[in-house]
């Protein structure tokens, strides 16, 4: 279940800079980046949750 909250998360927050970048630049908005983006914010929460912080 927190595999899919964090790509949940990841994909809203890649959707806010995606917006945000693409219109302070005044290009078009686009869904690629943002699915990239996703997929590494994604990538950097499972490593960091599962191998990076220390669980007692």
Do not use: C, N, Q
């Amino acid at each position: 279940m927190r595999f899919i909250i964090t790509a949940l998360w990841s994909f809203a927050i890649s959707l806010v800079l995606g917006y945000v970048l693409t219109s302070m630049g005044g290009y078009e908005f686009e869904i690629i980046p943002v699915l990239g983006m996703t997929i590494v914010f994604s990538l950097v929460g499972f490593l960091v949750g599962e191998k990076l912080i220390d669980k007692h």
